[in-house]
């Protein structure tokens, strides 16, 4: 897409949570996208594998883009052994649930897609499909300078955080506030951990995705209150792990 300005949702990790996922689409339709972009992690620990990726294809066939997470690539192929237990017995759980159809949609994702000088990745530019966290200004320069895009956008670390590197120099972490247009300079490089939708980690509950406006680049990170209560007893309901529906509400 070029020659007018675009808007596109940034989504990661919605791990099946249906009630995390409708409320963001919904309170992304008000930002009036012209596309959804998921990064990765679809799939995993929530309860509802079926619809999230009804939807995921749905949005992919309109022009969207979706792009293969570890969980993702578990559910298709099998768990890895360096997955927690948890985690594992939620991917055999999500595993059983799937018809062929989904399990070769997932087994189909491309590990990263590059467009209009943009990176879209789930866990990190320089090695996508080993899986490897990207944890503080170390690894976020490493993953910018990897790749020869401005701008790099991923999931993975289940906390939002938005990273620039001038040219040459090392990286500069900035904790976003929800909400807050974040103007991306063009002589700078960008890395945006959009969070977490389905499975937010930094202590607050409410889903995260983010919006990319272009051009000129503007990035705006958002909370999205959603009924964690019910996501977290339909878990429970399922026979999914206690611990995985316990975190729900804390956002941990």
């Not at 949570?17 to 972009?37: F, I, K, M, T």
Request: glycine share 10%; net charge neutral.
């Amino acid at each position: 897409m070029s020659g007018r300005d675009v808007k596109i949702a940034l989504l990661a990790d919605v791990h099946a949570n249906s009630e995390a996922l409708s409320a963001c689409l919904e309170h992304a339709r008000g930002q009036e996208p012209d596309r959804y972009v998921f990064l990765g992690d679809l799939v995993g620990y929530g309860p509802d594998p079926e619809s999230v990726l009804e939807t995921i294809e749905a949005a992919v066939a309109r022009g969207g883009i979706a792009v293969l997470g570890n969980h993702d690539l578990a559910v298709a192929r099998g768990a890895s052994a360096r997955m927690h237990e948890e985690a594992r017995r939620a991917i055999e759980w999500t595993r059983s649930r799937l018809g062929a159809g989904h399990l070769q949609f997932l087994a189909g994702l491309p590990v990263a897609v590059e467009e209009n000088g943009c990176l879209y990745v789930h866990a990190n530019a320089w090695a996508p499909a080993e899986w490897e966290y990207i944890d503080g200004e170390v690894d976020a320069a490493r993953s910018m300078r990897a790749t020869l895009c401005r701008r790099t956008f991923c999931g993975h670390v289940h906390t939002p955080a938005l990273y620039h590197m001038a040219e040459a120099g090392r990286a500069v972490h900035f904790a976003p506030t929800p909400g807050t247009r974040i103007p991306l300079g063009s002589r700078r490089c960008w890395l945006g951990i959009v969070g977490s939708v389905g499975q937010p980690r930094d202590g607050n509950p409410a889903a995260c995705y983010a919006l990319l406006e272009e051009p000129p680049a503007f990035l705006t990170f958002f909370r999205v209150p959603y009924d964690y209560e019910t996501a977290a007893r339909r878990m429970r309901q399922a026979g999914l792990p206690p611990g995985l529906s316990a975190r729900l509400s804390k956002g941990i």
